[in-house]
Antibody, heavy 120, light 109 residues
Framework: EVQLVESGGGLVKPGGSLRLSCAAS????????MNWVRQAPGKGLEWVSS????????YYADSVKGRFTISRDNAKNSLFLQMNSLRAEDTAVYYC?????????????WGQGTLVTVSS | QSVLTQPPSASGTPGQRVTMSCSGS????????VYWYQQLPGTAPKLLIY???QRPSGVPDRFSGSKSGTSASLAISGLRSEDEADYYC??????????FGGGTKLTVL
């Protein structure tokens, strides 16, 4: 069974940093591209970042470019999102999601999400 | 403001057919696949339609997707109470970014 479990969310002050993790199981993680998608409270979905299976291709939303870094460790079946210089508008539930066939927005499995709250 | 435009709400009665639209541009819907996601209250989104009009296994054929030019539509026939959810369209953009619509909240009356 495919499972994606996010962790690392929490309360952080503006300007602070946080590292999110997504533990993958039930599939060959190293052969799939992955995404982070976020959802602010009561708002819609926002694509954050994508990374290919071997980290060859990496893309970011303009809203996080230069502040967030996506990475992965295929040996540990894990996806990461390093978030620096956090702002109030980064407050959201962050989901990791699997890309089954290298069509970046085709997300067939999602985690349950982890909440990031940026507040003083 | 979302790159893809969706009506904020839609409604229908059980058994009815409802449609919801998603409008984009040449750089996203016009040149890439459209995806639809269903998000039930308090849960993670679920892939409902992929590559414009394909249903993942397990998705009832009551759900259908279409695309024409820079717009796409999701249709739900035989509306059921459990279809009450938020629906999002999404597409890759040629600027190498992902774009979502603002979502349509479907109410089953």
């Amino acid at each position: 069974e495919v499972q994606l479990v996010e962790s690392g969310g929490g309360l952080v002050k503006p300007g602070g940093s946080l590292r999110l993790s997504c533990a993958a199981s039930g599939f060959t993680f190293s052969t799939y591209s992955m995404n982070w998608v976020r959802q602010a409270p009561g708002k819609g979905l926002e694509w954050v970042s994508s990374i290919s299976s071997r980290s060859t291709y990496i893309y970011y939303a303009d809203s996080v470019k230069g502040r967030f870094t996506i990475s992965r460790d295929n040996a540990k079946n894990s996806l990461f999102l390093q978030m620096n210089s956090l702002r109030a508008e980064d407050t959201a539930v962050y989901y990791c999601a699997r890309v089954p066939q290298d069509q970046w927005l085709e997300l067939d499995y999602w985690g349950q999400g982890t909440l990031v709250t940026v507040s003083s | 403001q979302s790159v893809l435009t969706q009506p904020p709400s839609a409604s229908g009665t059980p058994g009815q057919r409802v449609t919801m639209s998603c409008s984009g541009s040449n750089s996203n819907i016009g040149s890439n696949y459209v995806y639809w996601y269903q998000q039930l209250p308090g849960t993670a989104p679920k892939l409902l339609i992929y590559r414009n009009n394909q249903r993942p296994s397990g998705v009832p054929d009551r759900f259908s997707g279409s695309k024409s030019g820079t717009s796409a539509s999701l249709a739900i026939s035989g509306l059921r109470s459990e279809d009450e959810a938020d629906y999002y369209c999404a597409a890759w953009d040629d600027s190498l970014s992902g774009v979502f619509g603002g979502g349509t909240k479907l109410t089953v009356l």
